[in-house]
């Protein structure tokens, strides 16, 4: 493989606005370089990032010469925006990667530039890296456009945790040798033989035994992999229970409709998974105490919920809190699946 990632954006999305140097693609790339390049440790590696600078794209389709560069390399990084949904060559490009490496693949990243109404079906289950929030009028707005803000810290977290999974990929196809589907081995992943931690392998676990009730929690940057989480989890024949707190349109709902409706379903669950990418972290850390509050409720007749965490941070003290009793998964990637696996495995 000639490069190890292919940007995959819309032209419109890295137009250079007056007072910036770059557009933010070409920023957004400069600075992944240098993520990936502590990751990996290599900067020859970092470097073969492929992006399309000489605007090489067709009229129509995919010209041979890009289709050979998607051939060509080991991940895709897609932008996802409304340009790129728009953009009837990038969801060829798109089309030309999922043909090579197959739907749901863990080879495919999105980055969130901003907020879309409708993805790509073929995106729905993949991990997201959001680069956008809710201003104080609740519009959406991205990261770092149309300049460059070093006082956002939350631009250079997302673009971090990004480096980390791709470089546990990279790692992985190179230790493979780029067969498509053969897993690094039976035993630990090279991240775990690093940190002294384990991971669930890729082979199916067995649901919880019983007719199990879950509830799925985090935080507001979370929403799209707690939603993720809940349907794997829905697929294994379980019962799942989102919180109002931790839905999307909140809008009109009072304080303390959002604090009976968390208690309602804590009630009546068997199990709470809280996910934890982005956070933030003062909304996780609040669902752990109400889970804990239930805990100490259900002691009067009923038995308290199993509180599992997951996360990406090493650092399991970040929230504050660590109750007695608390599984917590440290995963490379958070994905729906790893955390899910995690779950599963009694």
Not at 68 to 91: I, K, M
Not at 187 to 213: E, I, N, S
Not at 251 to 257: F, L, N, Q, T
Request: with cysteine; proline share 4%.
């Amino acid at each position: 493989m000639e490069h190890n990632v292919f940007i995959s954006y819309a032209w419109v999305d890295n137009e250079v606005y007056p007072g910036a140097d770059k557009g933010w693609v070409s920023t957004f790339v400069d600075c992944l370089r240098k993520h990936l390049a502590h990751e990996l440790g290599r900067r020859e590696e970092a470097e073969r990032i492929w992006l399309d600078y000489e605007q090489m794209r067709g009229n129509d389709s995919v010209t041979p010469t890009i289709r050979a560069t998607l051939q060509a390399s080991r991940t895709l990084v897609l932008v996802l925006s409304t340009g790129y949904l728009a953009s009837a060559w990038c969801q060829q490009e798109l089309a030309v990667f999922l043909e090579k490496v197959g739907e749901g693949s863990d080879r495919i990243f999105v980055v969130q530039m901003s907020s879309v109404e409708q993805e790509p079906e073929a995106l729905a289950d993949l991990v997201k890296y959001r680069f956008w929030y809710l201003d104080d009028r609740r519009r959406p707005s991205t990261r770092w456009f149309p300049h460059i803000d070093p006082t956002d810290r939350e631009y250079s977290f997302e673009q971090q945790r990004l480096a980390r999974d791709l470089a546990d990929k990279l790692r992985e196809l190179l230790a493979a040798g780029d067969r498509d589907a053969v897993p690094l081995s039976d035993g630990p992943t090279r991240a775990a033989l690093t940190t002294g931690k384990t991971r669930a392998v890729a082979t199916p676990t067995p649901a919880p035994v019983g007719d199990h009730f879950v509830l799925v929690s985090g935080g507001e940057n979370d929403r799209d992999l707690i939603y993720q989480t809940a349907r794997r989890l829905e697929e294994n024949e379980l019962g799942v229970a989102i919180p109002l707190s931790a839905m999307a349109d909140q809008a009109g709902i009072k304080s303390s409709v959002l604090s009976r409706d968390l208690r309602t379903k804590l009630s009546l669950c068997d199990s709470v998974l809280i996910v934890y990418r982005s956070g933030p972290l003062d909304q996780v850390s609040q669902y752990l105490i109400e889970c804990l509050k239930a805990g100490t409720r259900a002691r009067k007749g009923h038995a308290a919920p199993s509180i599992d965490l997951c996360q990406t941070q090493e650092d399991h003290l970040a929230l504050g809190l660590h109750p007695v009793g608390m599984r917590i998964h440290v995963v490379g990637k958070t994905s729906a699946d790893d955390c899910v696996k995690q779950f599963l495995a009694r």
